[in-house]
């Protein structure tokens, strides 16, 4: 696809809504207002791997600041196997995440 055709102004947004969404279900477009980039349009699948690199991205360094040295082997299993419980469900929110990698690993709270 020509980079051209990645982009809209917002007239033409307004006049090809329905077309511009089914635009984004298979490339991203961005929106130009007053000669400017003001928005992206992207498919709600994209914005779900979106959503869960961020998700990642923040349990990840949480988990990274955690020493090591006062982590048993038992609550390090019971986080990993947490994380993979995770990553097959994908239905845990940033608050869930959050939660899990600032309190104790208690399976029963999530």
Do not use: H
């Not at 690199?53 to 390090?76: H, R």
Request: net charge negative.
């Amino acid at each position: 696809m020509l980079l051209q055709n990645k982009f809209i102004s917002t007239s033409e947004l307004q006049q090809n809504v329905s077309k511009t969404i089914d635009k984004a279900k298979v490339n991203d477009v961005i929106v130009i207002r007053n000669n400017k980039l003001e928005a992206a349009i992207i498919s709600i699948e994209k914005y779900n791997e979106f959503l869960e690199y961020v998700e990642w991205k923040n349990l990840s360094e949480k988990l990274d600041n955690i020493l090591t040295e006062y982590v048993s082997e038992i609550e390090a299993n019971e986080v990993m196997q947490l994380m993979e419980k995770a990553r097959k469900e994908e239905r845990y929110t940033i608050e869930d995440i959050e939660k899990l990698a600032d309190s104790g690993v208690d399976t029963d709270e999530l």
